[in-house]
């Protein structure tokens, strides 16, 4: 079956980095874009940045651009979010997700991806 891992997850100073990865498993990793979000205590889950199947576009929101990079290694069913600087306001469960088979190109809403990882904690402290 489809699985999505995260891994890379921490605590960090504010102004730190971290390395998040998801590596996929049980699917045709190379055709499908795939995403990050995040979900803080108390607040909904929301977008971060995402990545077409071929790792030529990507977009990021808006409160992470410029300092989060997402990147993809299809030999190792693999996607990366560097993160640098990290604020405070980053802290949150971050999840990968995968859109369908054959949906090659990104999107920003939830809702347009079909599988998800079980998260892994940033904590950012000030």
């Known amino acids: 079956q489809v699985k999505l891992v995260e891994s890379g997850g921490g605590l960090v100073q504010a102004g730190g980095s971290l390395r998040l990865s998801c590596v996929a498993s049980g699917l045709t990793f190379g055709s499908r874009a795939v995403g990050w979000f995040r979900q803080a205590p108390g607040k909904q889950r929301e977008f971060v940045a995402a990545i077409n199947w071929s790792g030529t576009t990507t977009s990021d929101a808006a409160s992470v651009k410029g300092r989060f990079a997402i990147s993809r290694d299809n030999a190792k069913n693999t996607v990366y979010l560097q993160m640098n600087p990290l604020e405070p306001e980053d802290t949150a469960v971050y999840y990968c997700?995968?859109?369908?088979?054959?949906?090659?190109?990104?999107?920003?809403?939830?809702?347009?991806?079909?599988?998800w990882g079980q998260g892994t904690q940033v904590t950012v402290s000030a």
């Open positions: 997700a995968i859109r369908p088979s054959g949906t090659t190109t990104i999107s920003t809403f939830a809702r347009a991806y079909d599988a």
